[in-house]
């Protein structure tokens, strides 16, 4: 079974994966990336038996006529929020005029790409250009390779801010998550599954889905940083 899945849910299902494999014994074959990426490849051509993306994403592919009807289920959620270095000072991102200040004082932070595709990174893209900062934040920003972890250059020092998807931050360690962007500029993002149109697999596209919404599943959505539906 071909699955096409966002990296953001990846921690949790890549935990998940070895009881699913050993009470059914379907052995799904993952593929990780961005929502945009993955539908670039479904648009060139290629099919998956079971998707796994953002809101936006599974519209894409609904409207492409990609999805079998009456397959989508949500499966969880998640906020983008900031991190900095394990024992370093929490930064006030409580109220927009604070995160604004936050910004502008940081030496230096990441953010994802937005031309990636990632959800935070073309959010967080138009934050800052709400915000009037986007130059000055620009600067001093280091993006990390496409599909790639922007926390992993809090431990180094390289950057004093992260901004990112929380199961995203919580699969580097040594870095502590301040807290999700405050209203107006937060973004919870939610990822639906559904079965691919042409599959011959919608059974084993179904025992997956039902598998990781389980009240187990569920724990470990929790523990990687994503709300379970």
Request: charged share 20%; hydrophobic share 45%; glycine share 8%.
């Amino acid at each position: 079974m071909k699955v096409f899945s966002s990296i953001a849910v990846q921690p949790a299902v890549e935990v998940l994966l070895p009881d699913f494999v050993a009470r059914s014994g379907v052995r799904p074959d993952f593929t990780w990336n961005t929502a945009p990426a993955l539908i670039k490849r479904l648009q060139a051509g290629e099919t998956a038996d079971l998707l796994i993306l953002n809101r936006a994403g599974m519209d894409a592919v609904q409207r492409d006529g990609r999805i079998l009807a009456g397959s989508e289920v949500t499966l969880a959620s998640s906020p983008a929020a900031i991190a900095v270095k394990a024992g370093a000072l929490h930064p006030d991102i409580a109220t927009a005029e604070a995160l604004k200040r936050t910004l502008l004082a940081a030496r230096s932070i990441s953010y994802s790409d937005p031309r990636a595709g990632g959800a935070s990174g073309i959010h967080f893209a138009k934050v800052i250009e709400q915000m009037g900062i986007a130059g000055e934040v620009n600067a001093k920003n280091r993006f990390p390779p496409p599909g790639g972890l922007c926390g992993r250059f809090l431990p180094t020092g390289e950057v004093e801010l992260a901004i990112q998807q929380v199961p995203e931050l919580k699969q580097v360690a040594g870095i502590e998550i301040v807290g999700p962007l405050p209203r107006p500029h937060e973004l919870v993002t939610v990822f639906v599954a559904g079965t691919g149109k042409a599959s011959a697999k919608v059974a084993e596209a179904k025992a997956l889905v039902d598998f990781l919404r389980t009240p187990a599943a569920a724990a470990v959505f929790r523990d990687k940083g994503l709300d379970p539906a």
